[in-house]
């Protein structure tokens, strides 16, 4: 009966520490899928000043809950704009989820971003 009682409490603690565990899991493994796969590439990834100056966000989605929220450095965001879409993205040959952005002096960034001075590809 005893033997009985700890197997369900092993049971239940190790079914609550899954529980607890699974969006930990998830949210790894979707940073790890929104990292490039080239050295290079992550050697030349926009620095923390582009990043300030542009308003850049790696995921246009950031900047419509900004922009729904009343920031104004995202009132020109439009919904579908990101930057791979934008003219100042050239996607890399390898990895074209990733992109040289000429507004950030030639660094990456992710074609899921945006910044405030996107500028759609005609
Ligand atoms: S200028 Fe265009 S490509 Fe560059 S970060 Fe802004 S939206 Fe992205």
Redo the contacts with the bound molecule.
């Keep these: 009966m005893m033997e009985s009682k700890n197997n369900r409490r092993s049971f239940l603690k190790m079914a609550i520490t899954a529980v607890a565990l699974a969006p930990v899991i998830k949210v790894s493994s979707a940073l790890a899928a929104a990292m490039p796969k080239s050295q290079k590439i992550k050697d030349k990834m926009i620095g923390e000043k582009k990043i300030k100056m542009?308003k850049?966000v790696p995921n246009a989605a950031e900047a419509k809950k900004l922009k729904a929220a009343g920031n104004k450095s995202y009132k020109k965001y439009n919904e579908g704009d990101?930057?791979g879409n934008?003219r100042?993205?050239t996607a890399d040959k390898k990895e074209p989820e990733w992109g040289k952005?000429?507004?950030?002096a030639r660094q990456y960034?992710s074609a899921s971003?945006?910044?405030k001075?996107?500028?759609k590809k005609k």
């Design positions: 542009l850049y990101n930057c934008c100042f993205y952005c000429t507004m950030a960034v971003g945006w910044c001075s996107y500028s």
